[in-house]
Protein backbone atom coordinates (compact mmCIF):
# COMPACT_ATOMS: atom_id res chain seq x y z
CA UNK A 1 0.00 0.00 0.00
CA UNK A 2 1.48 3.33 -0.94
CA UNK A 3 0.80 5.78 1.97
CA UNK A 4 2.04 8.97 -0.49
CA UNK A 5 0.21 9.43 -3.67
CA UNK A 6 1.96 11.24 -6.58
CA UNK A 7 0.85 13.33 -9.16
CA UNK A 8 1.24 13.40 -12.17
CA UNK A 9 3.37 10.18 -12.98
CA UNK A 10 5.08 11.88 -15.93
CA UNK A 11 5.20 15.87 -17.26
CA UNK A 12 7.23 16.76 -20.32
CA UNK A 13 7.43 20.23 -20.89
CA UNK A 14 8.88 23.06 -22.85
CA UNK A 15 11.91 25.20 -20.90
CA UNK A 16 10.66 28.41 -20.06
CA UNK A 17 6.92 26.85 -18.72
CA UNK A 18 5.61 26.33 -15.21
CA UNK A 19 4.90 23.10 -13.65
CA UNK A 20 3.31 21.52 -10.05
CA UNK A 21 3.97 18.31 -8.96
CA UNK A 22 1.42 16.53 -5.96
CA UNK A 23 2.36 14.17 -3.12
CA UNK A 24 -1.25 13.19 -1.34
CA UNK A 25 -1.76 11.13 1.87
CA UNK A 26 -4.49 10.45 3.81
CA UNK A 27 -1.73 9.99 6.85
CA UNK A 28 -0.37 13.29 8.76
CA UNK A 29 3.53 13.41 8.57
CA UNK A 30 5.70 14.67 10.91
CA UNK A 31 7.79 16.01 7.90
CA UNK A 32 7.85 15.85 4.62
CA UNK A 33 11.03 15.66 1.99
CA UNK A 34 11.41 16.16 -1.67
CA UNK A 35 14.35 14.63 -3.55
CA UNK A 36 15.47 14.77 -7.00
CA UNK A 37 16.67 11.64 -8.79
CA UNK A 38 18.92 11.64 -12.49
CA UNK A 39 19.37 8.07 -13.52
CA UNK A 40 21.94 6.12 -12.37
CA UNK A 41 22.29 8.12 -9.65
CA UNK A 42 21.11 8.62 -5.66
CA UNK A 43 18.41 11.02 -4.66
CA UNK A 44 19.57 13.92 -3.74
CA UNK A 45 17.71 16.46 -0.65
CA UNK A 46 15.94 19.40 -2.28
CA UNK A 47 13.67 20.19 1.02
CA UNK A 48 12.20 19.15 4.14
CA UNK A 49 9.18 20.76 4.87
CA UNK A 50 7.83 20.52 9.09
CA UNK A 51 5.03 22.70 9.51
CA UNK A 52 1.86 22.84 8.55
CA UNK A 53 1.26 25.39 6.01
CA UNK A 54 4.89 25.71 5.60
CA UNK A 55 6.06 27.37 2.19
CA UNK A 56 9.83 27.30 1.27
CA UNK A 57 11.74 28.47 -2.14
CA UNK A 58 14.76 26.97 -3.53
CA UNK A 59 15.73 29.82 -6.69
CA UNK A 60 12.68 28.97 -9.12
CA UNK A 61 11.74 25.77 -6.86
CA UNK A 62 8.65 26.43 -4.48
CA UNK A 63 7.60 23.61 -1.71
CA UNK A 64 4.30 23.77 0.18
CA UNK A 65 3.61 21.56 2.76
CA UNK A 66 -0.61 21.99 3.67
CA UNK A 67 -1.86 22.77 6.80
CA UNK A 68 -2.88 19.70 7.94
CA UNK A 69 0.42 18.20 6.85
CA UNK A 70 -0.93 15.40 4.58
CA UNK A 71 -0.21 16.88 1.35
CA UNK A 72 2.52 18.99 -0.46
CA UNK A 73 3.46 20.71 -3.65
CA UNK A 74 6.04 21.24 -5.76
CA UNK A 75 6.51 24.15 -8.35
CA UNK A 76 8.72 24.77 -10.74
CA UNK A 77 8.75 28.19 -12.63
CA UNK A 78 10.40 28.78 -15.72
CA UNK A 79 11.73 25.03 -16.02
CA UNK A 80 14.83 24.61 -17.63
CA UNK A 81 16.48 21.17 -19.37
CA UNK A 82 18.79 21.09 -16.09
CA UNK A 83 15.39 20.49 -13.95
CA UNK A 84 14.64 16.70 -15.72
CA UNK A 85 14.68 14.21 -13.20
CA UNK A 86 12.26 11.90 -10.99
CA UNK A 87 10.99 14.01 -8.32
CA UNK A 88 9.96 11.82 -5.25
CA UNK A 89 8.46 12.77 -2.14
CA UNK A 90 9.22 11.11 1.19
CA UNK A 91 7.07 10.94 4.58
CA UNK A 92 8.50 10.70 7.65
CA UNK A 93 5.90 8.14 9.39
CA UNK A 94 5.43 6.78 12.73
CA UNK A 95 8.27 4.33 13.34
CA UNK A 96 11.59 6.32 13.83
CA UNK A 97 14.28 6.58 11.46
CA UNK A 98 11.35 5.49 8.87
CA UNK A 99 10.50 7.43 6.15
CA UNK A 100 8.05 6.14 2.91
CA UNK A 101 8.18 6.83 -0.65
CA UNK A 102 6.01 8.15 -3.20
CA UNK A 103 6.08 6.75 -6.68
CA UNK A 104 7.71 9.68 -8.10
CA UNK A 105 6.95 12.04 -10.94
CA UNK A 106 9.32 12.02 -14.06
CA UNK A 107 9.90 15.14 -15.66
CA UNK A 108 11.29 16.03 -18.82
CA UNK A 109 12.10 19.64 -19.98
CA UNK A 110 12.83 19.81 -23.18
CA UNK A 111 15.12 23.00 -24.54
CA UNK B 1 31.59 16.21 4.52
CA UNK B 2 27.99 15.53 3.20
CA UNK B 3 29.31 12.83 1.19
CA UNK B 4 27.75 9.19 1.52
CA UNK B 5 29.88 6.99 -0.23
CA UNK B 6 29.28 3.12 -1.95
CA UNK B 7 31.63 0.67 -3.62
CA UNK B 8 31.37 -0.59 -5.82
CA UNK B 9 29.40 1.18 -8.57
CA UNK B 10 28.41 -1.72 -10.71
CA UNK B 11 28.50 -5.31 -9.97
CA UNK B 12 28.22 -8.26 -12.10
CA UNK B 13 27.68 -11.50 -10.13
CA UNK B 14 26.61 -15.20 -10.99
CA UNK B 15 23.85 -16.89 -8.87
CA UNK B 16 25.94 -18.80 -6.62
CA UNK B 17 28.85 -16.08 -5.76
CA UNK B 18 29.17 -14.43 -2.95
CA UNK B 19 29.42 -10.49 -2.97
CA UNK B 20 29.28 -7.51 -0.56
CA UNK B 21 28.14 -4.17 -1.15
CA UNK B 22 30.22 -1.21 0.99
CA UNK B 23 28.49 1.89 2.22
CA UNK B 24 30.45 4.98 4.46
CA UNK B 25 29.49 8.23 5.74
CA UNK B 26 31.38 10.36 8.19
CA UNK B 27 28.31 12.86 8.84
CA UNK B 28 28.21 11.56 12.63
CA UNK B 29 24.69 10.06 11.77
CA UNK B 30 23.13 7.70 13.80
CA UNK B 31 20.65 5.96 11.20
CA UNK B 32 21.94 4.12 7.83
CA UNK B 33 19.62 2.17 5.59
CA UNK B 34 19.41 0.32 2.68
CA UNK B 35 17.30 0.34 -0.61
CA UNK B 36 16.58 -2.00 -3.61
CA UNK B 37 14.91 0.30 -6.62
CA UNK B 38 14.33 -0.87 -9.68
CA UNK B 39 14.15 1.03 -12.83
CA UNK B 40 11.26 3.77 -13.21
CA UNK B 41 10.33 3.30 -9.55
CA UNK B 42 10.82 4.83 -6.10
CA UNK B 43 12.97 2.91 -3.99
CA UNK B 44 12.04 0.34 -1.61
CA UNK B 45 13.06 0.18 1.94
CA UNK B 46 15.19 -3.03 2.87
CA UNK B 47 16.84 -2.28 6.15
CA UNK B 48 17.60 0.43 8.58
CA UNK B 49 20.20 0.59 11.40
CA UNK B 50 19.85 2.93 14.29
CA UNK B 51 22.86 3.30 16.43
CA UNK B 52 24.87 0.10 14.85
CA UNK B 53 21.52 -2.44 15.57
CA UNK B 54 19.04 -3.53 13.31
CA UNK B 55 16.12 -1.83 13.87
CA UNK B 56 14.09 -2.45 10.55
CA UNK B 57 13.69 -5.57 8.09
CA UNK B 58 11.28 -5.30 5.59
CA UNK B 59 10.92 -8.93 5.15
CA UNK B 60 14.05 -8.76 3.11
CA UNK B 61 14.99 -12.59 2.27
CA UNK B 62 18.07 -13.88 4.02
CA UNK B 63 20.04 -13.86 0.71
CA UNK B 64 20.53 -10.30 1.77
CA UNK B 65 22.26 -10.08 5.01
CA UNK B 66 22.75 -6.28 6.14
CA UNK B 67 26.09 -5.60 8.80
CA UNK B 68 26.88 -2.60 10.55
CA UNK B 69 30.57 -2.89 11.79
CA UNK B 70 30.18 0.79 13.33
CA UNK B 71 28.30 3.98 13.40
CA UNK B 72 30.26 5.18 9.85
CA UNK B 73 30.23 1.63 7.67
CA UNK B 74 27.30 -0.50 6.34
CA UNK B 75 27.36 -3.45 4.47
CA UNK B 76 25.15 -5.31 2.70
CA UNK B 77 26.27 -9.06 2.22
CA UNK B 78 24.53 -10.73 -0.78
CA UNK B 79 24.93 -14.60 -1.62
CA UNK B 80 22.82 -16.78 -4.04
CA UNK B 81 21.26 -13.97 -5.71
CA UNK B 82 18.42 -14.33 -8.21
CA UNK B 83 18.49 -12.34 -12.07
CA UNK B 84 15.43 -10.56 -10.36
CA UNK B 85 17.42 -8.96 -7.52
CA UNK B 86 18.90 -6.95 -10.58
CA UNK B 87 18.37 -3.59 -9.33
CA UNK B 88 20.34 0.11 -8.49
CA UNK B 89 20.92 -0.87 -4.53
CA UNK B 90 21.21 2.48 -2.54
CA UNK B 91 22.49 3.41 1.27
CA UNK B 92 21.59 6.70 3.09
CA UNK B 93 22.03 8.11 6.19
CA UNK B 94 20.28 10.59 8.56
CA UNK B 95 20.07 12.03 12.06
CA UNK B 96 17.47 9.46 12.15
CA UNK B 97 15.48 11.35 15.39
CA UNK B 98 12.63 11.94 14.89
CA UNK B 99 11.14 15.00 12.75
CA UNK B 100 15.02 14.91 11.61
CA UNK B 101 14.78 11.72 9.38
CA UNK B 102 15.85 14.05 6.12
CA UNK B 103 18.47 11.21 4.19
CA UNK B 104 21.61 11.56 2.30
CA UNK B 105 21.83 8.92 -0.66
CA UNK B 106 25.09 7.33 -2.20
CA UNK B 107 25.17 7.26 -5.69
CA UNK B 108 23.90 3.43 -5.34
CA UNK B 109 25.65 0.17 -6.85
CA UNK B 110 24.27 -1.27 -9.98
CA UNK B 111 23.56 -4.68 -9.48
CA UNK B 112 23.54 -7.61 -12.14
CA UNK B 113 22.62 -11.02 -11.49
CA UNK B 114 23.03 -13.08 -14.24
Given at each position: TQLLEQSPQFLSIQEGENLTVYCNSSSVFSSLQWYRQEPGEGPVLLVTVVTGGEVKKLKRLTFQFGDARKDSSLHITA?????TGLYLCAGETDSWGKFQFGAGTQVVVTP | DTEVTQTPKHLVMGMTNKKSLKCEQHMGHRAMYWYKQKAKKPPELMFVYSYEKLSINESVPSRFSPECPNSSLLNLHLH???????ALYLCASSQGAPGNTEAFFGQGTRLTVV
Amino acid sequence: TQLLEQSPQFLSIQEGENLTVYCNSSSVFSSLQWYRQEPGEGPVLLVTVVTGGEVKKLKRLTFQFGDARKDSSLHITAAQPGDTGLYLCAGETDSWGKFQFGAGTQVVVTP
Amino acid sequence: DTEVTQTPKHLVMGMTNKKSLKCEQHMGHRAMYWYKQKAKKPPELMFVYSYEKLSINESVPSRFSPECPNSSLLNLHLHALQPEDSALYLCASSQGAPGNTEAFFGQGTRLTVV
